[in-house]
């Protein structure tokens, strides 16, 4: 059964004031890229080393993938682990704010896995009145 949103609990003023801010806009826009949707689901259920990250993901450059992991950590999605050992061994792994960002990642996967065939027949459809519209 699924839980109640702990928003929805909030008087209705706060309520209110949260959904003017926007959040859901805000957290569409810091999560919509591939990269860091990729490093949160790799970092599902595990650590790992940003070496082994880059292999998994494969077409991401070393820069690309310390900006990506800089930017998770500062959303509080991911942590880093340094131990101290020469050279000095670096792991990264989900926070529980990132655990459960990794629940709504997979009900949206469930729902394009759904729905995706769906969507590209209503794209052709429309894609060929569009042409029919020309004609």
Do not use: H
Request: charged letters at 30%.
């Amino acid at each position: 059964m699924p839980s109640v949103a702990k928003y929805k609990n909030l008087p209705k003023e706060e309520i209110q004031a949260l959904e003017e801010s926007r959040p859901f806009q805000k957290m569409l826009v810091r999560i919509s890229n591939k990269w860091n949707v990729l490093v949160v689901r790799r970092l599902s259920n595990r650590r790992m080393r940003p070496s082994a990250l880059r292999r998994e993901i494969g077409n991401i450059s070393p820069k690309v993938l310390t900006q990506t992991l800089r930017e998770l950590e500062s959303y509080g999605l991911i942590e880093r682990e340094i131990f101290p050992i020469v050279p000095p061994k670096v792991e990264y792994r989900l926070t529980p704010m990132g655990d459960s960002l990794v629940i709504a990642l997979d009900a949206l996967r469930d729902w394009a896995m759904d729905n995706n065939a769906s969507i590209e027949a209503a794209m052709e459809a429309y894609q060929q009145q569009e042409d029919d519209d020309k004609i």
